[in-house]
């Protein structure tokens, strides 16, 4: 049942990762208006505590839940999927800086509004991070087939119908 648990708020974080990088890219967009900063800037708030929550709940799936830490711990796509989010995070450092300098602007100037080629450099950044997103649900399903395909060879030596 924990791991259950794990697995539905591990995927409902995911989710909401995606929303929160495609409302950003909604908003970050050439002519972006200032009430768009304050709340591109919330989002990206939001998207730091779901990516920081996803990854506390992802090693804790991997040590209490059901498949043990050796499946996990020796599955290279485990590691591509983990070195994908590294790569998710680092790329996310751009919009943020942008969004704390924007917003810090606006205090100063409440009619501010950011520059065209800083919104397209940061939309740029924005695009690369959901693409990359992309590629996690890909490399979730070949851990999925990999543990059923080896249940499978398994199965008649455990005496298991799959």
Request: aromatic share 8%; glycine share 4%; proline share 4%.
């Amino acid at each position: 049942m924990v791991d259950l648990l794990l697995a539905i708020v591990h995927h409902l974080l995911a989710f909401g990762i995606a929303a929160a990088i495609t409302a950003q890219l909604v908003l970050v967009r050439p002519g972006m208006q200032p009430p768009a900063v304050q709340l591109a800037a919330k989002y990206d708030i939001a998207l730091g505590v779901m990516s920081m929550s996803l990854v506390a709940i992802g090693f804790l799936r991997v040590f209490f839940g059901a498949k043990g830490s050796d499946f996990y711990l020796h599955n290279h796509v485990f590691w591509t999927k983990v070195v994908l989010f590294a790569i998710i995070g680092l790329l996310s450092i751009k919009p943020t800086r942008s969004f704390l300098r924007w917003r810090k602007a606006q205090a100063a100037d409440a009619g501010f509004a950011p520059e065209e080629v800083e919104i397209r450099s940061v939309r740029k950044t924005l695009m690369t991070e959901i693409h990359v997103f992309a590629l996690l649900p890909l490399a979730a399903a070949a851990m999925a087939t990999r543990l059923r395909l080896r249940l499978m060879r398994r199965a008649p030596q455990l005496n298991i119908q799959l």
